[in-house]
């Protein structure tokens, strides 16, 4: 009795997921979609990623170069002390 009630149950619920999820709907979109190769250039994707990496770490090589000229050089020719870059 308690297998048969389970049985019915899970069927319930299957029902009743398919419908909600419309799974049968988005089978048959994706099967009367039309899919291409869209192909790319690995060695370009890696040049314009790695450039992009490259202009990033440029700022904050800038940053900290400025922020360690103005410690090691203060404009007020005074000993230098830690000062915040902003």
Do not use: C, W
């Given at each position: 009795?308690?297998?048969?009630?389970?049985?019915?149950?899970g069927?319930?619920?299957?029902?009743?997921?398919?419908?909600e999820?419309?799974?049968h709907k988005?089978?048959?979109?994706?099967?009367?979609?039309?899919?291409?190769?869209?192909?790319?250039?690995?060695?370009q994707?890696?040049?314009?990623?790695?450039?992009s990496i490259?202009?990033?770490?440029?700022?904050?090589?800038?940053?900290?170069?400025?922020?360690?000229?103005?410690y090691?050089?203060?404009?007020?020719?005074?000993?230098?002390?830690?000062?915040?870059v902003l």
């Amino acid at each position: 009795m308690i297998q048969g009630a389970a049985k019915t149950l899970g069927l319930y619920l299957h029902g009743i997921t398919l419908k909600e999820l419309a799974i049968h709907k988005m089978e048959q979109v994706l099967d009367d979609s039309t899919f291409s190769d869209k192909s790319s250039d690995d060695a370009q994707t890696a040049k314009d990623i790695s450039s992009s990496i490259s202009n990033k770490l440029e700022k904050y090589k800038l940053l900290i170069a400025k922020s360690f000229i103005q410690y090691i050089l203060p404009a007020d020719g005074r000993h230098p002390q830690p000062r915040p870059v902003l």
